[in-house]
């Protein structure tokens, strides 16, 4: 008799706790290497934002003017990667037990303990490869208007993790900011189908995966 192929089982949604911290890895060292205090990333970023912009126009390899408007489209361009990025790499499906495992390490730990604030942001010294890899890339991509575009990225990348840190860590305010706390609120509670955008809802909007207003967040 026939036996059906074995089919993937979609895994149960995660339950968030707001205590404790999950433990990734069994070395030690790896272990406190994957927890870090949100300030020295953020940092590093913003760090590379103001050297990248500064080198760039010291050494003429962008104007002020011109530097103005790469820095803006690199701020643009990371609302665009981070939507992106969390849409279809945090979300992967967790078809087979190597996705599981990837998903849950890069994002899914985030959603069962979204309050751990040691694990809001990459360890330094990921942080510092991916700010040189981004570098390399840029400059191979975009030549000279690499050194703008570059400190409008990181810039936003800065940004994306303070905004994220705040919205986990601190009551949302009362004024026009709360949108952000309500949004993300709606992606880690409600849908997390939905509302991949932190530092800014506009790719949400215009891809359309807004939250449904059924489930607007108190």
């Known amino acids: 008799m026939a036996t059906l192929p074995d089919t993937p089982v979609a895994p149960a949604p995660v339950r968030p706790k707001h205590k404790g911290s999950a433990q ?16 020295l ?29 790469l820095f803006l489209g690199g701020l643009l361009l990371f609302t665009f990667v981070e939507y992106l990025v969390h ?36 360890p330094p010294i990921l942080t510092v490869f991916v700010a040189s890899l981004l570098f390399f890339i840029f400059r191979f991509v975009f030549g000279n208007w ?17 905004v994220h840190y705040a919205i986990h860590m601190y009551a949302p305010p009362k004024n026009f900011l709360k949108v952000w706390w309500t949004h993300h609120a709606q992606h880690h509670y409600r849908q997390d189908e939905v509302a991949f955008g932190v530092s800014s809802t506009l790719w949400d909007h215009i891809v359309g995966t807004m939250p449904t207003k059924r489930s607007t967040a108190e």
């Open 87 to 122: 849409r279809y790499v945090y979300h992967i499906p967790a078809t087979t037990p190597g996705r599981a495992k990837f998903q849950y390490t890069m994002h899914g730990v985030h959603h069962e303990y979204p309050k751990d604030e040691t694990r809001l942001a990459m």
């Open 24 to 39: 990734l890895f069994k070395n030690p060292v790896l272990e406190r290497l994957s927890h870090t205090h949100i300030a």
């Open 146 to 162: 690499a050194f703008g575009i570059l400190a409008g990225f990181t810039f936003g990348y800065a940004m994306y993790l303070f």
């Open 41 to 69: 990333p953020v940092s590093i970023f913003i760090a590379t934002a103001l050297v990248s912009l500064y080198y760039g126009v010291t050494r003429g390899f962008v104007s002020g003017l011109a530097g103005l408007g």
